[in-house]
């Protein structure tokens, strides 16, 4: 009977063996929390340009002669919009975004990110077209 139950274990630990050894992990899931849509009508010059001039227009950043896109105030948005950054009416799918939000590496604003309040506003204004206004 003793021969019989060790069998028994010893089938199992192999079977366990085989189990154990043949998982493993082909995809990483990011899980982000969504993104509030903040519902106000959103303006690029009142808004969303002074993020950019107080968290990524800075030196060494997304400046004239740093990193693209440039988001100096006065070329910031056709920098955007000329480098295929924002897809109007439709954040989730805004290279921008993904920065953002984790899901591009690096997030932004560097050491800052994600900023549920800057998320809010560009998200809310890439939903409402992404205009110049």
């Given at each position: 009977m003793l021969g019989k139950i060790t069998?028994?274990?010893?089938?199992?630990?192999?079977?366990?063996?085989?189990?154990?050894?043949?998982c493993y992990k082909t995809t990483t899931l990011v899980l982000t929390p969504p993104v509030s849509q903040d519902t106000t009508t959103i303006s690029f010059s009142v808004d969303i340009q002074p993020?950019?001039?107080?968290?990524?227009?800075?030196?060494?950043?997304h400046v004239a002669g740093a990193k693209v896109?440039?988001?100096?105030t006065g070329v910031s948005?056709?920098?955007l919009q000329n480098g295929g950054y924002v897809v109007a009416n439709d954040p989730d799918n805004s290279?921008?975004?993904?920065?953002?939000?984790?899901?591009?590496?690096?997030?932004m604003p560097l050491g800052n990110s994600p900023n549920p309040v800057?998320?809010?506003k560009v998200s809310a204004w890439i939903f409402q077209g992404a205009k110049n206004n």
């Open positions: 069998l028994i274990i010893i089938i199992l630990v192999i079977i366990g063996m085989f189990a154990i050894t043949g993020i950019f001039t107080s968290s990524c227009a800075l030196s060494g950043c896109p440039n988001l100096s948005y056709l920098s290279q921008l975004m993904l920065w953002l939000t984790g899901k591009k590496t690096p997030g800057i998320n809010a």
